[in-house]
């Protein structure tokens, strides 16, 4: 083969590497633009959707504001109840309400929860139907009309806490039931000790145990295993991650970092009446809440009678709180209701 001859196959082949070459390059910058324009397509979206966002919270909220600013007589201090079905709560939550800054009674026309003296000079009583006149209606228009009253209640509670700069309130519905139940000699204790800790976004006195209504066979879903902590004590535990069905708003305590992200859920019209319902989605957005086992409040209107809202909680405690064994204290719950 001539010289001649190996020059033009080398020149050929080095023709047809360098278009290999070439044609790959072209795809890489190809891929490599098409992801960057994606890319930027997407920070275009979240930016956009921010925007949004903002301005219809901005907007949602001004108008929230501004209904509650004009509203008169919703706000009355805490007197002593002359009613004949008034409420008396036990001593041993007002030993533990006392720690708290503030608490908020809410009824519908006049409170008839029994607060003692101490308390009701840190107390006061939410009158909803005043706030029903006041309120927009179309943030409570559709089904489930009276939930969506109560949970605006709710939120009217948390800019007052917001305004008044509490570091963490009770909230307390005027239809609450309580009932007795044991509980060891440091409760105050254990409550003292949670509440300083700042660990925590809610504690809550009563719950219902949404989840186990449909089906008690199941195992506990990891989102509701509530978990005792040796540095607390053995009548609260932790509910880690948000998630879990647990309903009522009866009786709960909320810490100052949640009330400004509890007030936007309760408030966004963007959502489904039922996501907005206070018990319903709201307050399981919230990890690191905390139960109080035994639970000492229930429900006394609510579509399912208080004896089987006590066996619910009993349910729970067996299925879903640890480490095992349970405390005397905990576990006590599954008898003394009996007895």
Known sequence: MSARTKWAIERRWVARRNIKLGTRFLRFAYIWKLMITIAAAGLLFSICRAQKFSKFSHTQMSEFENSIESCRDYLLPMTMSRDANSTAMPAVVSRLLHKVDHIFVISYTHCKTVLTPELRQSGTCVIGKALDDCAPKHFMKGAHVHALKVTFSHAAVLKQALDSGFKNIAVLEDDVAFIP???????DQQFSRLL???SWSMIRLGFRAYFLESSAIPPCPHVCRCSFHAGIGDHFCEL??????????????????????????LLDLRQANPKRIVDVYPMRALAKQWIMLPQVSFQRQLDIPLDYQLGLSALYTSKCAGPRPL??????QLFDIFI
Do not use: E, M, V
Not at 260 to 265: A, C, F, P, Y
């Open 181 to 187: 139940r044991s509980y060891s000699a440091d409760l």
């Open 327 to 332: 405390g005397k204290s905990s576990s006590g």
């Open 196 to 198: 300083s800790s700042n």
């Open 240 to 265: 880690r991650n948000a998630g879990c069905d647990l309903r009522s708003s009866d009786l709960y305590i909320l810490n100052s970092r949640h009330f400004s992200q509890l007030q936007r859920l």
